[in-house]
């Protein structure tokens, strides 16, 4: 374990910083090269046709109208505009006005028995403060 504390100075002085003498960073940069290959024949000339046409795609972009989505001006993957979507139903309460996402796999409502289903609808009707109109 002596040479540790001989040889790893050594290197550092050699190389620079650690994380320059990392592989990790250039075979990323590599995969990403290689995705653009798509004449396996002539694989430089095609890398470098799908760098110039991303490229070309990237500052045209900036030339089109405001209003035009492209890669570079997509929304959030979340946004609604600052504006909750809601129904405009009359006569219901706004508690069940929102207008929600769905999110994962979809399942089927399922209850152990009809008397499960009736005793969640009268905690509903019964605790909800909006809802006092109607079980009165």
């Known amino acids: 374990m002596e040479h540790l504390a001989v040889h790893l100075p050594y290197e550092a002085l050699l190389r620079g910083p650690v994380h320059y003498g990392w592989m990790y960073q250039y075979e990323r940069a590599m995969k990403y090269l290689k995705g653009?290959?798509?004449n396996?024949?002539?694989v430089e000339g095609s890398i470098i046709a799908?760098?110039?046409t991303e490229e070309t795609s990237h500052f045209t972009s900036y030339y089109f109208a405001s209003k035009v989505r492209t890669r570079k001006?997509?929304?959030r993957?979340?946004?609604d505009g600052g504006v909750a979507p809601t129904y405009a139903v009359?006569?219901?309460p706004d508690i069940f006005s929102q207008i929600g996402r769905l999110g994962g796999k979809s399942k089927e409502v399922w209850w152990s028995s009809e008397e499960d289903a009736h005793s969640a609808h009268t905690y509903i009707l019964l605790?909800?403060?909006t809802n006092s109109s109607l079980s009165s």
Do not use: H
């Open 40 to 42: 396996l024949a002539k």
């Open 50 to 52: 799908g760098s110039l």
């Open 36 to 38: 653009k290959a798509k």
């Open 77 to 79: 993957r979340y946004d």
């Open 127 to 129: 605790n909800c403060t």
């Open 73 to 75: 001006r997509a929304p």
């Open 90 to 92: 009359a006569g219901v």
